[in-house]
């Protein structure tokens, strides 16, 4: 059973750094591609960044390109996202997101299968 809790999120400056985690109860992990997505106020949930089940592969949206790395850890079940030169406009609720199937690193939500509960950031300008 797949089972994604996040941790790491909190309120930092504009230009500070963060790094979240995503750790899966289940025994499956290394054959999932993973994701990260956030959700602003007012707005619909958005891909951040995913990584392929080996890690080989990666994928990020343009917005956090140069600033943002998805990392994952098999032996641990653990899924990164290293945050830096942080922007007022990443605050967010950020989640991360399992794909069964593991083919592919999807940019859509509807091709995640399973969800954490989400960890807060903010970013004060």
């Known amino acids: 059973q797949v089972q994604l809790v996040e941790s790491g999120g909190g309120l930092v400056q504009a230009g500070g750094s963060l790094r979240l985690s995503c750790v899966d109860s289940?025994?499956?992990?290394?054959?999932?591609?993973m994701g990260w997505f956030r959700q602003a106020p007012g707005k619909e949930r958005e891909f951040v960044a995913g990584?392929?089940?080996?890690?080989?592969?990666?994928n990020y949206a343009d917005s956090v390109k140069g600033r943002f790395t998805i990392s994952r850890d098999n032996a641990k079940n653990t899924v990164h996202l290293q945050m830096v030169s942080l922007k007022a406009e990443d605050t967010a609720i950020y989640y991360c997101?399992?794909?069964?199937?593991?083919?592919?690193?999807?940019?859509?939500?509807?091709?995640?299968?399973?969800w954490g509960q989400g960890t807060q950031v903010t970013v004060s300008s």
């Open positions: 997101a399992a794909d069964l199937t593991g083919l592919r690193v999807g940019v859509r939500t509807y091709e995640y299968d399973y």
């Open positions: 990584i392929s089940r080996t890690g080989g592969s990666t």
């Open positions: 289940g025994r499956t992990f290394r054959t999932y591609a």
